[in-house]
């Protein structure tokens, strides 16, 4: 590890111009659930980059055009990742400023896409500008940018197209998209993300509703999927479904240090949400969030919702969940094991419906040279340890990356706690975006010098 | 028993004359729901009654005027029990004619309230009508006739009215609303009602919904729920509430009998609502029907219920139940035992929010006088054998008339299978009033005689 680095460069211009590129691209309404200015968008970053030197091809997407550009020469070669759409804008009304004008208050920058994932793209952008000039006008390492347009729908296009585009794509390390900064001014680097197998169970006992009275002798839908529901995890959240946990890894010694290296217990996240029913807290927190797979209710539905009562008994009903699954749990094999299991349970009329795409959970270790290449250039931009979680709680599209590529993925971003992401008022704080600059500036560097710690 | 009466009574002009009677009922838009034109019906009624040589007296209940109507002299009372207010007609625009006007089309009658309950309001009317005719303008026996505006917002203010009013009320059996002839033109006559107790369980985790990631750390309001229910019953519908079924009294050799000459299993009911899973059939289903105390889950929500997936851990929940219960089971014991139940569960955070008055189990036992009087009525008017449920599977206010008059109550009235009541284009079968007619007659003169059989 080094400490922070007192002949840091001045990069007071690259953020400003980088500043003014975030202010362009939240301007475009690239909102992909909608199919809103995604080409317009395509082009503007693409322009962006072809400034710098980037040689930018655009592949067609399922929703959205697909960029890679690539510029620079050196031993190494880094990949980033990165996208241009957004999510809604909706609710407009609780936005304090308009969502695609880009509002500074109090030391954020408020705007659709101001951290998720527009800031992160201008501020690496920066970063990128900012090597070129401090070397000469030439990039010291090889940079391969692929920037799609489709995250925000579950990014359709991208295991295929990695799989076809490998040659364009193959890297030393790549730099995922997200990541944030903690309240304590501590850089967060997420090592990997746990699959998810989105599927709804439903059950019909009658073409249509009826009158409660017959539920002494017509089943009921909704006790059916309760009792579902209740067999695929125990009270202490662990999931209960036969065979789910055979092929969970077990965590290396580099993860269980990196885990018991975090700081904190959960207690800001209760805090802020008001949460009464803890599952972990202490230890077991992070070790849970990090590396637990889980099954999670996400709702339901069926027969009277409405005030007081309906004495009526369902034709049907539904519940969606989700499983959050880490390595090397397989999405389609768990669909396999839930179908066998609600068979065993005699319950062989639940229905399962798949609701999207799997994704795969992946992950690369804590003592992988790229990781710590990462660490040392967050530490040495934030002037403070970084927190290294082995795996995100959430999900994403990195498995054809870590798996196809065969690449380490990090994700270091200049997320925040009270960021909004996905809500109305998404922010970024100002300085996290200088030191995101900072970040890739040293990222850079150091991979051009051959220097991991 | 005795088989249909040759020398039947023409009661042309008084079918006729009652069918004007519910036409204008029917006009009247008293929907209780809603307040609509409750004052107006009941001095309706009122006129009606009088004209009949009725006294009424009008109390003021919680919604709508309660009519206390008395007629007729003799050693024995009969009471009578209806209601004047209806559901609300929407959606209306389901409807074939308007809902408010009595409309006659393929040998039924349609309209708002036809069959529930103004159809059996003015055709027991236009009985009481022909037996003062026959009588020499008196009637030959006491009738008292309670008639309430409120029935379809659970009769609140019925139970305590029924206490501070028994003296005006007593009598030697009780003419129930409803009632109905099945699809081969035989009478069918219920002896009681289950209880029912209406309940939300709801939970809450945290003060706003999450993101599912945070399923490995924090608690799932919609599985402690499921939990819940997936505890209250088993796969073949028993109820497994602890200490649940201490109070069931078992069916004595009368109501035994009774149901083993009820026709079908039901395949009538799986066939019009194309039921897939039954809980019973064969010689079950009736007893269950009748006989069985259960609980059924009348509905859910609580996170994402829309299209596709959403990876939100929801905030809260709730799920609506209700339980129906049998003689000597109390809804406010039901209530303890699940409370205590669910703690011993360690499901202690599951609230339960009662949604409406509890309503007592009720019902007579198959052997009553009272009862083979309206059998034999019911086979004379109707030449068919009658069939005698025990308990209607439904429920309603019949216990202060059980319990505080100490009153045999049987419930049999003019609905028919198809009738759709409480939905769009309610009907009952023209036939059916008039066979309706001819039974008041046979069970007034009956009682009149002295004659339970």
């Known amino acids: 590890m080094t400490s922070p680095d007192p002949t840091r460069p001045n990069l007071a211009a690259h953020i400003e111009r980088g500043l003014r590129d975030l202010r362009d691209l939240v301007a475009l309404q690239s909102v992909s659930a909608q199919g809103r200015h995604l080409p317009e968008t395509a082009a503007f970053v693409t322009r962006l980059l072809e400034a710098e030197g980037f040689t930018v091809r655009a592949y067609p997407g399922e929703v959205a055009p697909v960029l890679v550009a690539e510029a620079g020469e050196g031993p190494r070669t880094l990949l980033i990742y990165n996208h241009y759409d957004v999510q809604p804008e909706d609710p407009v009304a609780l936005w304090e400023s308009p969502p695609f004008e880009l509002t500074e208050r109090d030391g954020r920058l408020y705007g659709r896409g101001a951290s998720d994932d527009k800031g992160e793209l201008a501020s690496r952008l920066a970063a990128v500008r900012a090597v070129r000039e401090r070397n000469g006008g030439r990039l010291p390492l090889r940079v391969r940018w692929l920037i799609e347009g489709e995250e925000e729908v579950g990014s359709p296009s991208l295991e295929r197209f990695v799989a076809e585009h490998a040659e364009e794509l193959r890297a030393d390390g790549c730099w995922w998209e997200f990541g944030s900064i903690d309240p304590g001014g501590r850089p967060v680097l997420f090592l990997g993300l746990k699959g998810v197998m989105c599927v709804e169970l439903r059950c019909r006992v009658a073409a249509s509703d009826l009158h409660s009275s017959l539920g002494a002798v017509i089943d009921n839908p909704l006790y059916r999927l309760a009792r579902a529901v209740a067999s695929l995890r125990d009270d202490g959240g662990r999931v209960t479904l036969p065979g789910f946990h055979d092929d969970v890894r077990e965590p290396s010694e580099a993860d269980r240090t990196a885990i018991a290296r975090i700081p904190g217990d959960g207690q800001a996240v209760r805090d802020t949400y008001g949460v009464t029913r803890p599952l972990a807290t202490g230890p077991a927190y992070h070790k849970r969030l990090n590396l637990a797979p889980v099954v999670n209710v996400n709702g339901w539905g069926g027969g009277y919702g409405g005030e007081g009562s309906k004495t009526v008994l369902p034709a049907h009903g539904f519940v969606k969940l989700d499983f959050r ?110 030191k995101g600059v900072a970040f890739g500036v040293a990222l850079l560097e150091r991979l051009a010098r051959g220097s991991s710690s």
Not at 369 to 384: D, K, L, Q
Not at 390 to 413: D, N, Q, T, Y
């Open 325 to 434: 699954l880490v390595q090397e749990q397989d999405p389609a094999r768990v669909l396999g094991l839930l179908r066998a299991h609600l068979d065993a349970q005699g319950l062989e009329d639940v229905e399962i419906v798949e609701l999207e795409a799997h994704q795969q959970p992946a992950r690369v270790d804590a003592a992988h040279p790229f990781v710590r290449a990462c660490v040392a250039a967050a530490w040495e931009a934030h002037g403070a340890e970084p927190v290294v979680q082995p795996s995100s709680g959430g999900s994403g599209p990195m498995h054809p990356f870590r798996e196809v590529l065969g690449v380490a993925c990090v994700a270091a971003g200049i997320g925040n706690v009270g960021g909004r992401v996905h809500a109305p008022n998404e922010n970024i704080v100002r300085e996290h975006f200088e």
